[in-house]
């Protein structure tokens, strides 16, 4: 059976938790899961005095990948490239050159940097790359590239990925072959550190949702990780 419910106040998450606890799936709203480690201790799932997670130690390279073009990820796009390496996806290039030129250009970025990539977009940008290559082929021909992207970043030994969009989060999982996350410190409400396995070699993913997060978000992210 399937059941979608959902909620009108905090109260309720908690009740929608209880009842849901022990389904093999459940899925939805990151604040549906904080009532869910209480309960896991109630009914002996998780030991009371469980440890921490402890941050892998990871080389210092990192990337940043941002498909999104929400108002938040735009601002936040804007304050990183105020002082950090930055190039931009444009739909348009993709369709003709594919993204050899950035995966060149990554692969020119110091082995210690966090270099940020983007397809984010003002609204009239968006539309406009849109009308004239269709929205889907349009959106496909950015995650692709941001999934080739990750992937070269991880062969060239980055373990560090900050993933702005939830396609893009898609595209770059599939891409690593992330199945299985490990979670971690929050970075921001709802956005959390995570760390997998990535063909033998410990990473540190997070996936971030349009409007999550403040301005700051990619640099307090990259701190976050530094301090665990």
């Known amino acids: 059976a399937h059941v979608v419910v959902d909620a009108v106040a905090n109260d309720d998450l908690g009740i929608i938790a209880a009842a849901c606890r022990k389904m093999k799936l459940m899925t939805g709203g990151s604040a549906v899961a904080m009532p869910l480690p209480a309960l896991y201790r109630q009914d002996g799932l ?91 082929r349009a959106g496909a021909l950015v995650e692709d590239a941001l999934a080739a992207l990750a992937l070269a970043a991880f062969n060239a030994g980055r373990r560090r990925f900050v993933v702005a969009g939830g396609e893009t989060s898609g595209a770059v999982a599939q891409a690593l072959g992330l199945s299985r996350l490990n979670i971690g410190a929050e970075i921001a409400p709802g956005v959390p550190w995570t760390f997998a396995t990535v063909k033998g070699e410990d990473v540190a993913v997070t996936l971030k949702s349009g409007n999550f997060g403040d301005r700051d978000f990619f640099t307090t992210a990259l701190t976050r990780l530094e301090a665990s």
């Open 46 to 136: 998780l030991a009371a005095d469980a440890p921490s997670l402890q941050t892998p130690h990871l080389p210092a390279g990192a990337v940043i990948l941002s498909g999104s073009c929400s108002a938040m990820t735009n601002d936040q796009v804007a304050a990183y490239r105020e002082h950090g390496p930055a190039l931009r996806l444009d739909p348009l290039d993709l369709a003709g050159t594919g993204p050899a030129a950035a995966l060149d250009w990554l692969a020119a970025q110091p082995a210690d940097s966090a270099p940020m990539i983007y397809a984010t977009a003002a609204p009239d940008d968006v539309r406009a790359a849109q009308d004239q290559l269709g929205s889907a």
